[in-house]
């Protein structure tokens, strides 16, 4: 299985990014698939999160300016960041839950990661 992201770049505060996420290989079912961010000196944490059924979840700083969405068909997941702002800045990470047979376990699988920046 591999998790493909795409759509970091450079943008200016105020500004939009769309970030892309493909998974690919033997998958059965995705449950969830996600964003996560890492900036330089801190940890990794949550950005969004989509269900198979459509619930999602985003952390408190991008409520209202990031939504997340998934296209079950082509396992895909995006991320659409509007309003972007400095502190927006790290590398972001896609993720997904998924089993690759029946009779599998749901196992974690994570993207090469995109670079955003947001600077004038």
């Known amino acids: 299985v591999q998790l493909q992201a795409s759509g970091g770049g450079l943008v200016q505060p105020g500004g939009s990014l769309r970030l892309s996420c493909a998974a690919s290989?033997?998958?059965?079912?995705?449950?969830?698939m996600g964003w996560y961010r890492q900036a330089p000196g801190k940890q990794r944490e949550l950005v969004a999160a989509?269900?198979?059924?459509?619930?999602?979840n985003y952390a408190d700083s991008v409520k209202g300016r990031f939504t997340i969405s998934r296209d079950n068909a082509k396992n895909t997941v995006y991320l659409q960041m509007d309003s972007l702002k400095p502190e927006d800045k790290a590398v972001y990470y896609c993720?997904?839950?998924?089993?690759?047979?029946?009779?599998?376990?749901?196992?974690?699988?994570w993207g090469q990661g995109t670079k955003v920046t947001v600077s004038s």
């Open positions: 290989g033997t998958i059965f079912r995705i449950h969830a």
């Open positions: 993720n997904a839950n998924l089993i690759t047979s029946y009779y599998g376990n749901y196992n974690q699988y």
């Open positions: 989509i269900t198979i059924r459509a619930s999602v």
